[in-house]
């Protein structure tokens, strides 16, 4: 099957102070998020001179894809800043692209880390007729090559530490009502939760590590909406009244260090560390390993070649979608929120 380019798809970052506020108002709107929260996520970007890491990251990562012998044009579009998703649609027509796989940068399933990426392209498509039809890569949380970095950042984190230390896997907190509706109904729901543990015993496994923890992080809706916990520093908290003086976080859910990671986890996990006398160490994300443009490379062989899907888990292989469609009924629908009186 022949294919033209390559679209990576990700989630857009401010690139200067300007920018945080219209940016966040993207990210959330419709979402009924109360203006004193993006108070306290403007302040967060601008502690980093307004400027979030993701977009340089994702250059990067795609020219390391390009530095591996990749033929096909690589378009980079994005959810929620510039370069919108729907302009590079449109350029991609310009240049007369037919067909295209889609590279979202997320590893899971569920809405916001797999379903919302389908909406990204029906909405890209819906503002450009006659765009190229676009097939979106399957989840790769259990590919042998994503697992096996996070094993050697994990390794590499730890040689920093002096003594014994706790591993604990974090990932991206998503309300609790979503997270069940993660997946078709015939499974039961949960499939985002249900992956990151799996990912994570993957990489523990490999480690020879039996004892680890699994929490969440980034939380921002309101506080009467359950959302997946433990909190990451709430967590160290409980670590530390257990007697544990050292933790390694592995940030399994993220692919890259962008700005969810240095805030919540350089910054504020690693400085409530410090105030109990704990060591901190952070485990690297794929994005700057080899491995992942390998990984990236082998999906879409996937598709040109026919290569066989390599994947380290009992999974259904999932995620695959061609113009934005659910790559089962009913998977992973948005959750609908309560009308308010």
């Known amino acids: 099957m022949s294919f033209d380019a390559l679209l990576w798809l990700s989630f857009g970052g401010p690139e200067g102070p300007e920018d945080v506020r219209p940016f966040l108002e993207n990210v959330v709107r419709g979402r009924g998020v109360p203006p004193e929260r993006l108070d306290?996520?403007?302040?967060?970007?601008?502690h980093f001179g307004g400027v979030s890491p993701i977009n340089r990251?994702?250059?990067?990562?795609?020219?390391?894809?390009?530095?591996?012998?990749?033929?096909?044009?690589?378009?980079?579009?994005n959810?929620?800043?510039?370069?919108?998703?729907?302009?590079?649609?449109?350029?991609?027509?310009?240049?007369?692209?037919?067909r295209a796989l889609v590279f979202p940068t997320s590893a899971y399933g569920g809405y916001s880390a797999c379903?919302?990426?389908?909406?990204?392209?029906?909405?890209a498509l819906a503002?450009?007729?006659?765009?190229?039809?676009?097939?979106?890569?399957?989840?790769?949380?259990?590919h042998p090559l994503f697992i096996g970095a996070f094993a050697d950042g994990v390794r590499a984190a730890a040689e920093t530490l002096s003594g014994s230390y706790r591993l604990v896997f974090t990932a991206h907190s998503v309300p609790v009502s979503a997270d069940k509706a993660a997946g078709p109904p015939e499974e039961g729901g949960y499939r985002y939760s249900r992956q990151v543990v799996e990912a994570s015993r993957l990489v523990a496994a490999e480690l020879g590590i039996t004892e680890y923890d699994v929490v969440w992080q980034s939380r921002s809706g309101p506080p009467q909406i359950p959302w997946l916990e433990p909190d990451i520093v709430d967590h160290v908290d409980a670590l530390h009244a257990k007697g544990v003086t050292g933790v390694v976080v592995c940030?399994?859910?993220?692919v890259s260090d962008h700005l969810e990671v240095v805030w919540d986890l350089d910054t504020e996990a690693r400085d409530r560390c410090v105030e109990l006398g704990m060591e901190f160490a952070r485990?690297?994300?794929?994005?700057?390993?080899?491995?992942?443009?390998?990984?990236v490379v082998e999906l879409v062989a996937e598709h040109l070649e026919g290569v066989p899907a390599r994947k380290l888990s009992s999974f259904t292989v999932a995620g695959c979608t061609v113009n934005g469609a659910p790559c089962a009924p009913l998977c992973c629908e948005p959750v609908k929120r309560p009308v308010r009186a």
């Open 251 to 254: 940030p399994i859910g993220f």
């Open 283 to 295: 485990a690297a994300t794929p994005n700057s390993d080899p491995r992942f443009a390998e990984l």
């Open 115 to 123: 379903r919302q990426y389908d909406e990204d392209i029906l909405r």
């Open 79 to 98: 959810r929620n800043w510039h370069p919108m998703v729907e302009d590079t649609v449109a350029q991609m027509k310009a240049d007369g692209i037919k």
């Open 40 to 46: 306290e996520v403007e302040a967060h970007y601008q």
């Open 127 to 142: 503002a450009v007729p006659d765009g190229p039809e676009l097939v979106k890569l399957r989840q790769f949380f259990d």
């Open 57 to 77: 990251l994702n250059h990067e990562a795609m020219d390391a894809v390009r530095a591996t012998g990749f033929e096909l044009p690589i378009y980079f579009g």
